[in-house]
T-cell receptor, first 116, second 110 residues
Framework: DAGVIQSPRHEVTEMGQEVTLRCKLISGHNSLFWYRQTMMRGLELLIYFNNNVPIDDSGMPEDRFSAKMPNASFSTLKIQPSEPRDSAVYFC??????????????FGPGTRLTVL | GQQVMQIPQYQHVQEGEDFTTYCNSSTTLSNIQWYKQRPGGHPVFLIQLVKSGEVKKQKRLTFQFGEAKKNSSLHITATQTTDVGTYFCASQGGSEKLVFGKGTKLTVNP
């Protein structure tokens, strides 16, 4: 198994541009988590899905951020318009959750986003 | 919401010295997970503790879950340069999501 796949690995864009981050889950997993990591704020959960349904999006900073899971294995996180303060490393993580009990999360390699 | 406080924030040791990081919560935790993130890398799961007073070992790493399930610790015996990284604890609230501590960044002087 290739593990969690994220693309792109690096993204440099200008303020105001739309950014789309992509994530492919590990086959057989049913939960996906999007995190943002910065020096100041550490590792923050943005949103998570269980069986393709968004369960908790309370960590999404504002309306400029949106996430979708069009099928059981793929998710996108979109920022429109992007701002310099969105610069961070964005991780997605995949897990198999049964009966509400979480197991280990498998993190992807991350997307390092720089907004100029 | 549920929070886990992790101390120390940074720890620098000489190779061969021991290292301990602590994770504390004001509320009872259902479980605790520990992750390691190497510099430039992504968090990697190390272990999960579920039972009160549980102790688990992985080679030089010892993980403990407090009797009251409000604290946990990770102890590394005789650190090596390969132990360098940030160690995070994370706990589950009443749902599938994990709440991560701020992490302890460990540097090892060879």
């Amino acid at each position: 198994d290739a593990g969690v796949i994220q693309s792109p690995r690096h993204e440099v864009t200008e303020m105001g541009q739309e950014v789309t981050l992509r994530c492919k889950l590990i086959s057989g997993h049913n939960s996906l988590f999007w995190y943002r990591q910065t020096m100041m704020r550490g590792l923050e959960l943005l949103i998570y899905f269980n069986n393709n349904v968004p369960i908790d999006d309370s960590g999404m900073p504002e309306d400029r951020f949106s996430a979708k899971m069009p099928n059981a294995s793929f998710s996108t996180l979109k920022i429109q318009p992007s701002e310099p303060r969105d610069s961070a490393v964005y991780f997605c993580a995949s897990s198999l959750v049964l009966a509400g009990v979480g197991n280990e999360q498998f993190f992807g390699p991350g997307t390092r986003l720089t907004v100029l | 919401g549920q929070q886990v406080m992790q101390i120390p924030q940074y720890q620098h040791v000489q190779e061969g010295e021991d290292f301990t990081t602590y994770c504390n919560s004001s509320t009872t935790l259902s479980n605790i997970q520990w992750y390691k993130q190497r510099p430039g890398g992504h968090p990697v799961f190390l272990i999960q503790l579920v039972k009160s007073g549980e102790v688990k070992k992985q080679k030089r790493l010892t993980f403990q879950f407090g009797e009251a399930k409000k604290n946990s610790s990770l102890h590394i015996t005789a650190t090596q340069t390969t132990d360098v990284g940030t160690y995070f604890c994370a706990s589950q609230g009443g749902s599938e999501k994990l709440v991560f501590g701020k992490g302890t960044k460990l540097t090892v002087n060879p």
